[in-house]
């Protein structure tokens, strides 16, 4: 199983980034997919997450500035970052775990797999 995680860059504050995660080595429609940001010297939290249905999960941070979609016929999840701030500058990883049940579980450890991260740092 393969997560190649793309899109990240440097922004000024205020504007938008795009990521995007490609999936391959599973049915991508069995998977909940979530992305979770590390910054330097902090621990690795959740962003958002999308179940096989459609339905989204965001942390209170992201509200109203992310966006997460999926697309099962081309296996990839993206998020769409608008508003940025200086405080959003991390390592985006991108993470899917096979579903189970309905609650979306936003812990690291509930993942069962991961891509290798795309940088975003937003100046100020």
């Known amino acids: 199983v393969q997560l190649q995680a793309s899109g990240g860059g440097l922004v000024q504050a205020g504007g938008s980034l795009r990521l995007s995660c490609a999936a391959s080595?599973?049915?991508?429609?069995?998977?909940?997919m979530g992305w979770f940001r590390q910054a330097p010297g902090k621990e690795r939290e959740f962003v958002a997450g999308?179940?096989?249905?459609?339905?989204?999960y965001y942390a209170d941070s992201v509200k109203g500035r992310f966006t997460i979609s999926r697309d099962n016929a081309k296996n990839t999840v993206a998020l769409q970052m608008n508003s940025l701030k200086p405080e959003d500058t991390a390592v985006y990883y991108c993470?899917?775990?096979?579903?189970?049940?309905?609650?979306?579980?936003?812990?690291?450890?509930?993942?069962?797999?991961w891509g290798q991260g795309t940088q975003v740092t937003v100046s100020s």
């Open positions: 999308i179940n096989w249905i459609g339905r989204t």
């Open positions: 080595g599973v049915t991508f429609s069995n998977y909940v």
């Open positions: 993470a899917a775990y096979r579903r189970r049940g309905f609650s979306m579980l936003t812990t690291g450890g509930d993942y069962d797999y």
